[in-house]
């Protein structure tokens, strides 16, 4: 029992011990880093009289937490962000005329330690609209095309001063288009102390009419000059215009020889009205091989593997002929290993046939062997394909392309063929498609016009 005591004298002690505040104070984990939100619990705006609060946020990239929310990423609320919020809210209200409009955007503590809550407060101003578009200068016989340029600034419109700077560099743009490289064009705004209208003028100084300058190529060493001539479209001593020299490079990339394409003014030419023109480019390698594994599934079977090898070479003889060879098979891993499918392709293009970027097509498929699903026989499928494609006027494609297919089953003899293929529903293709397209978008990537519409 003596012991038993001794051992309880012990206990008591050592939890006495542990519990001491001095040694808590010592133990207790201590950290510098307050918790930084990362969720944003409310957006509180104020302050915005003419633009609504869907308006204003559509520009934060913060954003209030919704349930939907659940797989982005977090993003934490630091000062950097909200110096960033207030930036966006400010370039927005610049953009609507209120040239004085501020914002303040603070973060408030949340309802919990990781979230907040954004106050935005701002101060509007009054709001500037222009009241009188003036335009000085000689503006051609392209007056329509230039006009065509102020429709987002027409007198009526808040003042924008970043869109006044886009309309001057698209009026100068325009002269480039016809013949003018060298056109200078200036915009003063004239704005009253209420800021309620503004007088802009546009002062253009058009300069000399330019021709295009001899041309010559840097970085050809796999291609033929030719070839690359061949895509330019202007020659010696041609009104100058941008617009060629846009089209000029896009044709150049669109061979696929290229990947990088520069077509500039060499600044050091004798005569600034006759500038030279200097091509630069960086050639591809020629011959490529591609290697493909991958698993999927198709309507026929659960579960396939497929692999594939490729070579090619897109500069046959050094003049833009491309041609390609790819071996694949498919085979079946559920519920038995099998291979159904082996198929050889050959494709070339002859990229000027006949006429000018006029490509011409050919495709061959040979599949021995094919093995369909739930079937008792075996056949070989042969087919090719010829297409001729023309670009006319930019935006629209004309292309022709006939296929074509034979099927030949085995053990079947050849006058029994057709009729095989009828009772058994086996379809062979043989097609004549005439496909038209117009793509009037301004940029195939990011486009803020245009349309595309396709016909077959």
Not at 275 to 280: A, D, E, S, V
Not at 338 to 355: A, F, G, Q, T, V
Not at 380 to 393: H, K
Request: aromatic share 12%.
């Amino acid at each position: 029992m003596a012991a038993l005591r001794q051992f309880g004298i012990i206990l008591l002690l050592g939890l006495s011990f542990l519990a001491s505040p001095t040694l808590c104070n010592q133990v207790k984990p201590t950290s510098d880093k307050s918790v930084i939100p990362n969720i944003v619990e409310r957006i509180d705006i104020s302050g915005n009289y003419h633009l609504s609060d869907k308006e204003i946020k559509k520009q934060m990239v913060l954003e209030e937490r919704r349930w939907y929310h659940l797989f982005r990423k977090k993003r934490r609320i630091t000062e950097r962000f909200l110096q960033f919020e207030k930036a966006s809210i400010d370039s927005f209200y610049h953009s609507q005329g209120f040239l004085k409009a501020t914002s303040v955007v603070e973060a408030q503590p949340g309802s919990r330690e990781d979230r907040a809550v954004l106050e935005v407060v701002i101060h509007e101003g009054p709001q500037t609209f222009i009241e009188e578009l003036k335009l000085i200068g000689d503006i051609g016989s392209f007056s329509n095309e230039v006009w065509k340029n102020f429709k987002t600034i027409m007198p009526g419109s808040p003042l924008d001063r970043t869109a006044l700077r886009q309309v001057a560099l698209a009026v100068k743009n325009t002269y480039a288009d016809h013949g003018y490289p060298y056109a200078e064009v200036s915009v003063g705004v004239e704005i009253p102390e209420d800021y309620e209208s503004a007088t802009v003028t546009f002062s253009i100084n058009p300069g000399e009419l330019a021709r295009f300058g001899r041309l010559e190529i840097v970085g050809l060493d796999k291609t033929q000059d030719h070839v690359a001539r061949r895509e330019i479209t202007f020659k010696e001593g041609e009104i100058y215009r941008r617009r060629k020299i846009i089209d000029s490079q896009q044709y150049l990339y669109s061979t696929g020889l290229f990947s990088y394409v520069s077509l500039s003014l060499v600044e050091t030419s004798a005569d600034p009205l006759r500038p030279g023109m200097r091509l630069t480019v960086a050639e591809r390698k020629p011959n490529y091989v591609n290697l493909k594994l991958g698993a999927g599934q198709d309507y026929e079977r659960d579960f396939t593997f497929e692999t594939s090898v490729a070579w090619g070479n897109r500069n046959i003889w050094r003049r833009g002929h491309r041609l390609s060879l790819s071996l694949s098979s498919g085979f079946q891993v559920i519920p038995d290993w099998d291979n159904y499918r082996n198929r050889l392709s050959i494709s070339y293009l002859w990229p000027w046939w006949i006429l000018p970027r006029t490509p011409l097509s050919l495709d061959f498929t040979y599949e021995p062997g094919k093995l369909p699903v739930n079937r008792d026989y075996v056949y070989d499928d042969f087919s090719a394909s010829f297409g001729l494609s023309r670009e006319l006027r930019r935006v629209y494609l004309v292309a022709l392309t006939y296929q074509y297919e034979h099927i030949h089953v085995h053990d079947i003899p050849e006058d029994q063929q057709a009729t095989f293929r009828a009772e058994r529903e086996i379809k062979v293709r043989r097609k004549l498609i005439l496909n038209l397209s117009k793509d009037s978008r301004s940029n195939i990537f990011t486009p803020s016009g245009g349309s595309l519409t396709n016909l077959s």
